[in-house]
């Protein structure tokens, strides 16, 4: 989408309505302000910095948190653990210099910008904002596919780990992942058909709740088998050449631990969205910085004790999903609950990452056909007395058509830490450091080849050669899994 088509699709039929969205006239001249009403005609917000926290731990705190292990079992106690903490200082810096993007000009008073592309269309070229537009909606559209991909294996393993309990460690328990993507889409249906992302602060508790819980059940576990025993082998440089992997093994898999590592803290291609349900004042950048540190530092420690304490458990042979390497055995009912609570979690975050990819589609068929009755008509359905909801057949057949598209290529290609570290690794550079880093150079006016030019530079140059590394990493990983990999027949 255009610089000129995503300003038209703000403009609409000149009322400055979003797809999906009511419209809201602004305030009269003088009449102060409507209290139901913002400053740019749409409904007050009423975001906190604890519902923005909600959103970023449920974006952030997500199934990559449970390839942690695996990814230091990769790289080892020193690097494994450095690594995640400079992924962490890293994402909440150039998060901070993203959220004072949200607005161009003075940060309380100044036009809003909706989404991340109006953010960079507003501070930077068209081919800039096309190129963005391209990053930030394949990794939005990618994570939808790793969503659904992950609740399956994680639904899989409920029914595993039941069977085993019940016949045996000996028994044939594989089970097919394909039925339990169809009934995760399923249920995705019906939630996207909530309207836009301010109708969601519930969803993104009660999964940010799950996150803590499954996240929390795997620490604990791991906790209980590095005190019982017996423990995997451990290294200062993880999986050892010769003996786990080969030399040229050891770094593609490095290079893909890296990719899991920026996936499990991927969230800036969300975050002007996530903003703008935040009220004012104080200044929606204020609250937003504060909600960053409080969901990056949550997300850290956990990832810390996940990562750490997973390896430790279960050293070099640690599995890329961390409860699976308990081997769905005892305590069966704890793990079951652990599965639940990943694919609830799941289900809300699923929806965090896909109300752009609808709000973008949305607004610019409505620009596009402003006087189209199937995009524009909303019907009020009533379920009984109390209760209505609003219903539009455009939203309901493209937002259904897309969870059926994704979910079909989620069926296509289950590779749970080669897609986790392919995504990590085109989303992280371009949308969690290049954008944020050239936006402020653009708003504070900083000179080329001045120390603080140079320092951002460098470090957007050294998060573009990770990047490049775990892509490269991943892509040799999914290579890999295609070799042994027959369409429709994938089992956990």
Not at 110 to 125: H, P, Q
Not at 290 to 307: E, P
């Amino acid at each position: 989408m255009t610089k000129d088509v995503e300003m038209a699709a703000r403009k609409g039929n000149g009322n400055g309505a979003v797809a999906g969205e009511p419209y809201y006239p602004p305030p009269p001249s003088g009449q102060g302000g409507d209290v139901d009403v913002d400053d740019d005609g749409k409904h007050r917000r009423t975001g906190t910095v604890w519902t923005a926290s909600a959103h970023i731990i449920t974006a952030v705190i997500g199934s990559g948190v449970l390839s942690l292990a695996w990814a230091t079992a990769q790289l080892g106690w020193v690097v494994g653990p450095v690594t995640l903490m400079l992924f962490a200082g890293i994402t909440y810096y150039t998060s901070s210099l993203l959220a004072d993007c949200y607005r161009t000009g003075d940060p309380a008073t100044g036009k809003r910008n909706y989404t991340y592309m109006d953010a960079v269309a507003a501070y930077l070229s068209r081919w800039q904002v096309l190129t963005c537009g391209v990053f930030q909606y394949v990794n939005l559209v990618g994570t939808a596919i790793g969503y659904t991909i992950t609740a399956s294996i994680s639904a899989a393993a409920i029914n595993k780990a039941n069977c085993y309990h019940k016949n045996g460690r000996e028994a044939d328990c594989g089970v097919y992942d394909s039925m339990y993507m169809v009934v995760f889409g399923a249920v995705q249906i019906f939630f996207s058909q909530v309207p836009n992302f301010h109708d969601l602060w519930w969803l993104s508790f009660l999964a940010a709740i799950m996150s803590f819980t499954y996240a929390s059940i795997a620490v604990g576990l791991s906790l209980a088998q590095v005190i019982s025993g017996p423990t995997g082998k451990t290294s200062l440089s993880g999986t050892e050449v010769g003996v786990d992997v080969t030399s040229a093994e050891k770094i593609w898999l490095a290079f893909q631990a890296l990719g899991d590592i920026a996936f499990a803290y991927s969230y800036s291609m969300i975050l002007i969205e996530i903003q703008d349900t935040v009220k004012s004042p104080p200044a929606e950048n204020k609250t937003m910085k504060k909600a960053t540190m409080l969901g990056v530092s949550t997300t850290t420690a956990f990832y810390m004790l996940c990562g750490c304490l997973g390896y430790a458990a279960f050293g070099n042979a640690a599995k890329g999903n961390i409860l699976t390497g308990f081997g769905f055995y005892e305590p069966y009912w704890l793990i079951d609950f652990a599965n639940v609570c990943i694919v609830v979690h799941l289900v809300g975050a699923y929806q965090v990452f896909c109300q752009p990819i609808f709000a973008a589609v949305e607004t610019y068929a409505a620009w596009r056909w402003p006087n189209s009755a199937f995009i524009a008509r909303e019907h009020t359905v009533s379920a009984g007395k109390k209760v209505s909801f609003s219903l539009n057949m455009f939203r309901l057949t493209w937002r259904t058509a897309f969870v059926v598209v994704s979910t079909v290529l989620a069926i296509l290609m289950p590779f749970f830490n080669d897609i986790l570290g392919f995504l990590g690794a085109i989303g992280f550079w371009p949308l969690t450091v290049y954008f944020p880093v050239e936006m402020y150079i653009r708003q504070r006016r900083i000179q080329k080849y001045t120390s603080r030019w140079v320092a951002l530079q460098t470090l957007s140059f050294l998060c573009f050669l990770v990047s490049l590394a775990a892509a490269v990493g991943s892509i040799e990983g999914v290579t890999e899994s295609l070799k042994h990999y027959v369409p429709f027949k994938t089992k956990s």
